[in-house]
């Protein structure tokens, strides 16, 4: 039989006594390290700044994976929620005194139909009633400008939080302002270098002479990038809170004249001069795909949440693009060319012509469902323009087509639809020209046609309009010339961006 060896006692432990475990330092239940951490504590009395176990904290923040940042962003937003319902549980029922558990429920509840009806507002499955609580404006509330360009704006794009604003002009010049004080900061142009390092190619032919002329503008949902594009043929990336240059994406052969980001993501679409549009990625710095189908240059471009495009051309067409389908339909403009379009829905939208009228489409009909004539007549005959008892404009105004002997232009230069927008899912549209005002447009979904509003004074050619989102308020880019030509001048118009509010009953 082997003998069993006995345990040695450690050093300094005397013989013939017990040692107690609970002091072997294998049986410990803190490691030295911690042990030492805690002394520490214990003899400086420092706080846990002095430490440095702020600083661990945060980078543990910033490690936090995607999932879990998700999961932070959904919660803050479910409290956000709450508390809404919360407030409006309390306004309701004041005088009411029911069991906390009763209460409990009913917010759960309402907080559930909440997030119900935004789900439906944002795929576009329910229209939000605005146009019939617009309130008439008065004097005191006209347009007010906020910010001045040296030269005609070209576009206005607005943050998902309606707070801050970006415009475009073509003196080349970028500018990020906030909506409520007004206060503008410049984008700066990097160096040659930097623009090559970032991607860029040499501009060829006349793009050398006015490489920095900006024509389009597009903000992406999470406020992180602005796009912007013009003569130079690229697509140029910026960060929006650094105000930095990041990116500029070469491929067009023609000046880009518009662009739009998909909601929710950071897909990118570019339409040019080329007759093609163009998908990138955003985030992954990369080119996508090309669509082909228009015969002339594309001039505006629109999308929501659907991989669906919507753009305009000079070839007198509208096209749908099916994006994932790789699929387009076609829709003909029944006389001039269409100038300008946006989505209503994903199955409606609005266009507005050079022959001064504005289309109302669905994507069941190639043709308009209706149209309105002559809805931005010239000023010379703006006191010909009345309205029917059934609020429609009539047909065969005067003021398109007139020419004015005085002047090298016709007079159907001014009254050109060139910017349409809608209130994101709402009933609420509004589109511009150059005879001097903003036209506030009503959409009736159940007898399908366009009812006007009221007019919004305003002189200058409106090259781009937008709307707040929650219908407070509309942006207009205004210039004493056409955002793509200079077909007609009006030297008594101010470049700048105008803001118009709007009293909602």
């Given at each position: 039989?082997?003998?069993k060896k006995?345990l040695a006692p450690?050093k300094?432990?005397?013989?013939?006594k017990n040692f107690?475990l609970?002091k072997?330092?294998f049986?410990?239940?803190?490691?030295?390290k911690?042990?030492?951490?805690?002394?520490?504590?214990i003899e400086s009395?420092?706080?846990?700044e002095d430490n440095g176990?702020?600083?661990?904290e945060d980078e543990?923040?910033?490690?936090e994976t995607?999932?879990e940042k998700r999961?932070?962003?959904?919660?803050?937003?479910l409290?956000k929620i709450?508390?809404?319902?919360?407030?409006?549980?309390?306004?309701?029922?004041?005088?009411?005194d029911?069991?906390e558990?009763?209460?409990?429920?009913?917010?759960?509840?309402?907080?559930?139909q909440?997030?119900?009806q935004?789900?439906l507002e944002?795929?576009?499955?329910?229209?939000?009633e605005?146009a019939s609580k617009?309130?008439?404006?008065v004097?005191k509330?006209?347009?007010q400008?906020?910010?001045k360009?040296?030269q005609?704006v070209?576009?206005?794009?607005?943050s998902?939080?309606?707070?801050?604003?970006?415009?475009?002009?073509k003196?080349?010049t970028?500018?990020h302002?906030?909506?409520?004080s007004?206060k503008?900061?410049k984008y700066?142009?990097p160096?040659?270098e930097?623009l090559r390092?970032?991607?860029?190619?040499?501009?060829?032919?006349?793009?050398?002479?006015h490489?920095k002329?900006?024509?389009?503008?597009?903000?992406?949902s999470d406020?992180?990038?602005?796009?912007?594009g013009g003569?130079d043929?690229h697509?140029?990336?910026?960060?929006?809170?650094s105000?930095?240059?990041i990116q500029?994406?070469p491929?067009?052969r023609?000046?880009?004249?518009?662009?739009t980001?998909?909601?929710?993501?950071s897909?990118?679409?570019?339409?040019?001069?080329?007759r093609?549009?163009?998908i990138?990625?955003?985030?992954?710095?990369?080119?996508?795909n090309?669509?082909?189908?228009?015969?002339?240059?594309?001039?505006?471009?629109?999308?929501?949440r659907k991989?669906r495009l919507l753009?305009?051309?000079?070839?007198?067409?509208m096209?749908?693009w099916?994006?994932?389908?790789e699929?387009?339909?076609?829709?003909?403009a029944p006389?001039s060319?269409?100038?300008?379009?946006?989505f209503?829905?994903?199955?409606?939208?609005l266009?507005?012509?050079?022959?001064?009228?504005?289309e109302?489409?669905?994507v069941?009909?190639?043709?308009p469902?209706?149209?309105?004539?002559?809805?931005?007549?010239?000023?010379s005959?703006s006191?010909n323009?009345?309205?029917?008892?059934?609020?429609t404009?009539?047909?065969?105004?005067?003021?398109?087509?007139?020419v004015n002997?005085?002047?090298?232009?016709?007079?159907?230069a001014?009254s050109?639809?060139?910017s349409?927008?809608?209130c994101?899912n709402?009933?609420?549209?509004?589109?511009?020209?150059g005879n001097?005002s903003?036209r506030?447009?009503a959409?009736?979904?159940?007898?399908k046609d366009?009812?006007?509003?009221y007019?919004?004074?305003l002189?200058?050619?409106?090259?781009?309009?937008?709307f707040?989102k929650?219908?407070?308020f509309v942006?207009?880019?205004v210039g004493q010339?056409?955002?793509?030509?200079?077909?007609?001048?009006i030297p008594?118009?101010?470049?700048g961006?105008?803001?118009h509010?709007?009293?909602?009953?």
């Open positions: 039989m082997t003998k006995s450690p300094g432990a005397k013989k013939g107690p609970s072997d330092p049986f410990s239940s803190e490691s030295r911690r042990r030492k951490i805690v002394d520490d504590e009395g420092e706080s846990d176990l702020v600083g661990v543990e923040f910033e490690e995607v999932d999961k932070r962003v959904a919660i803050e937003y409290e709450r508390e809404i319902a919360k407030k409006e549980k309390e306004r309701e029922d004041e005088e009411k029911e069991d558990t009763g209460d409990e429920g009913e917010k759960d509840s309402l907080v559930a909440i997030l119900q935004e789900q944002d795929s576009g499955r329910l229209r939000r605005i617009v309130q008439k404006p004097a509330d006209g347009f400008f906020l910010i360009h040296r005609s070209t576009a206005v794009a607005l998902e939080d309606d707070l801050k604003g970006f415009s475009s002009s003196d080349g970028i500018l302002w906030d909506v409520d007004g503008g900061e700066h142009w160096s040659d930097i390092s970032h991607g860029a190619k040499d501009p060829q032919g006349r793009a050398t002479k490489s002329v900006t024509l389009s503008l597009a903000v992406s406020g992180r990038y602005l796009a912007s003569l043929r697509v140029h990336i910026w960060d929006t809170r105000r930095e240059h500029a994406f491929g067009h023609g000046p880009v004249s518009c662009l980001f998909r909601q929710g993501t897909e990118l679409f570019s339409g040019s001069y080329d093609t549009v163009k990138w990625n955003v985030d992954d710095r990369a080119y996508i090309t669509l082909f189908g228009h015969q002339s240059d594309v001039l505006t471009i629109d999308c929501l991989e753009t305009v051309g000079r070839d007198r067409s096209q749908l099916k994006v994932p389908e699929s387009r339909l076609v829709f003909r006389a060319s269409l100038e300008c379009c946006c209503i829905s994903n199955d409606e939208f266009s507005g012509s050079d022959d001064g009228s504005i109302l489409w669905t069941l009909k190639k043709k469902i209706f149209i309105v004539r002559n809805a931005h007549s010239s000023s005959s006191t323009l009345e309205l029917k008892e059934n609020g404009i009539p047909n065969g105004c005067m003021g398109n087509g007139d002997h005085n002047t090298s232009h016709s007079l159907s001014y050109w639809v060139s349409v927008s809608v994101r709402s009933d609420l549209a509004a589109s511009g020209a001097g903003v506030l447009w959409l009736t979904s159940d007898k366009v009812r006007p509003l007019d919004l004074p002189v200058g050619f409106l090259n781009s309009l937008t707040a929650s219908g407070r942006v207009a880019g010339e056409p955002r793509l030509g200079r077909w007609g001048r008594a118009a101010q470049n961006v105008a803001v509010p709007l009293k909602l009953s």
